[in-house]
């Protein structure tokens, strides 16, 4: 008598609907984040754009991936893209400097020398002792030939404790201005 239950239990068994297996996400947001970031600097650039996506979906209030992908996307020389990272990045963080440094930067490389003093101002005052945004700044202003403005940022740049090769760069800067004489 046991052996016809058993059998009906083992066909029941062998007959019942494939179970649906739902995978978590083990990783947050922040682990995206870092993932792409190593995925960028082995290379594997679109493996990291889709970690800074996945990040910047997750976590809708955070700019870094945002700005990490706009960075990969102009280092490809997607500048128009990068440049809506940048944005989207500050919709986040309305404040934050290195993504307003980095619009400008790519508006710049855009022809857009006039939106990119918008954003390369707004970063130096919210960062005013970071060379690289000072560094934009006056490049935005040498680009829009606005001489003693860029001369008045790189001096006040060289202020500053900076890395040597940002120093050369400024002290180069200098010496063009000087020899345009202005």
């Not at 128009?80 to 940048?86: H, L, V």
Request: glycine letters at 4%; a negative charge.
């Amino acid at each position: 008598m046991r052996f016809p239950i058993l059998l009906i239990v083992f066909l029941l068994a062998g007959c019942s609907l494939p179970r649906i297996i739902v995978l978590n996400d083990p990783l947050d947001a922040r682990q995206h984040n870092d993932l792409g970031v190593s995925y960028q600097q082995r290379g594997e650039i679109d493996l990291a754009l889709r970690e800074y996506e996945r990040a910047a979906e997750m976590a809708d209030e955070w700019a870094r991936p945002l700005i990490n992908r706009g960075n990969v996307l102009a280092a490809r020389g997607d500048l128009r893209q990068a440049g809506k990272s940048y944005l989207l990045a500050l919709r986040r963080e309305a404040d934050n400097a290195e993504a307003m440094n980095n619009l400008a930067w790519v508006l710049l490389q855009s022809g857009e020398a006039e939106k990119a003093l918008e954003w390369a101002e707004r970063a130096a005052v919210e960062t005013p002792r970071d060379g690289a945004v000072l560094d934009t700044l006056a490049a935005v202003q040498i680009a829009r030939q606005d001489y003693s403005s860029a001369r008045l940022t790189l001096a006040r740049a060289l202020l500053l404790e900076l890395d040597p090769h940002l120093r050369e760069e400024f002290q180069q800067k200098q010496a063009f201005l000087d020899e345009k004489g202005e």
